[in-house]
């Protein structure tokens, strides 16, 4: 497919590693995975599902460290080359937060307009989805909670759209939720959110199994011509339990609840030993994607087991293609 226009920033240093001999799927996993191991800090049981983003002349992200109390925690960390990271010991303290820090978990990070902003599973009466702001990933000013529990996943994209801020979220319950449906909502001032769009449901059983009982966003959308292209987990309730793959989908671009193709088959699902063993067995959860539009690569970060993080990749070309080709839409 040539003539795809891939927005963003160019990326030439984006972690890379070329497709291994005898692969011909769109996405292939770093040979040396996992690249955070859960012991990376002194007190840390579990580092995963965590969120990257290009900043200086390196990388920066937000990690959700899980301690050895087992309280979930968000740490601020920094690479050189997005493979090795160094994560700060202390957690962060958001500054101005209406409320008393409960716990936060599965971050997402969206530069917007040279900011960078945080979302996260906040703890507040239930999980819900917190927001913060940071230049500099050391100072983070908390702002209002976006919307009221019980929510999940929330995803800023990384420009308005129609002139407001845009957000994909899923409502949810106080537990490990049985259903989950992915929804779109617009704000003037990323404080009040509103306009809330059904995206997406979870597929039927006999369509696509692997996203058939919920599915959530994963990482920041990516702008293409052929519209925002997002990675989305899908969950299959199997007889030993919740089995979290991922897919991706392409939403129409200024409509963005609209979806415009959505693959069938998976693009990863727990097969590697890490995923599939650890403290949640058989889980790959993406939450950050690095892409250089000029050569057109992506590189996926992704907790797995619910223990450690770790990175697939692909061109964005030939995953737009895969959705397309394989859409259930
Ligand atoms: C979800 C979230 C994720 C986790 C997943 C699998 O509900 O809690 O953080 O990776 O379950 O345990």
Not at 72 to 89: C, V, Y
Not at 142 to 154: I, S, V
Request: glycine share 10%; hydrophobic share 35%.
């Amino acid at each position: 497919m040539s003539g795809l226009k891939i927005m963003g920033s160019p990326l030439p240093n984006i972690p890379w590693e070329e497709r291994p001999a005898g692969c011909d799927k769109p996405l292939w996993r770093y040979s040396a995975n996992p690249i955070i191991p859960r012991d990376l800090l002194p007190d840390s049981n579990s580092i995963f599902n965590s969120a990257v983003v290009p900043f200086g002349k390196g990388f920066a992200g937000v990690f959700r460290c899980d301690d050895t109390n087992r309280r979930m925690t968000l740490h601020a960390g920094f690479s050189d080359d997005g493979f090795k990271w160094r994560i700060e010991k202390e957690p962060i303290r958001f500054e101005g937060g209406a409320d008393e820090w409960i716990y936060g978990y599965d971050p997402r990070v969206c530069m917007i307009e040279g900011s960078y902003y945080v979302t996260w599973c906040n703890g507040y009466h239930g999980p819900t989805i917190g927001l913060a702001r940071t230049e500099d990933f050391r100072t983070f000013r908390q702002m209002e909670n976006a919307f009221l529990p019980y929510n999940r996943n929330g995803v800023l994209f990384p420009r308005r759209i129609g002139g407001r801020y845009a957000m994909l979220s899923r409502p949810s319950d106080t537990g490990h939720t049985a259903f989950g449906d992915i929804f779109y909502s617009e704000s003037p001032d990323l404080e009040f959110w509103g306009r809330h769009r059904h995206v997406m449901s979870p597929a039927p059983f006999e369509t696509s199994a692997w996203q058939c009982m919920k599915v959530g966003a994963g990482p920041v959308p990516i702008e293409t011509s052929e519209g925002w292209l997002i990675f989305h987990h899908g969950v299959l309730h199997s007889c030993n339990g919740y089995v979290y793959s991922f897919g991706s989908a392409l939403l129409d671009l200024d409509r963005p609840w609209k979806v415009v193709a959505r693959s069938g088959p998976y693009l990863l699902s727990p097969q590697a030993l890490y995923e599939c063993v650890g403290d949640v067995p058989n889980v790959t959860f993406p939450c950050a994607a690095l892409h250089d539009p000029e050569s057109g690569r992506i590189a996926i970060y992704y907790g797995c087991a619910d223990t450690v993080t770790s990175l697939a990749f692909g061109y964005v070309e030939e995953i737009v293609e895969f959705t397309k080709k394989t859409s259930i839409v």
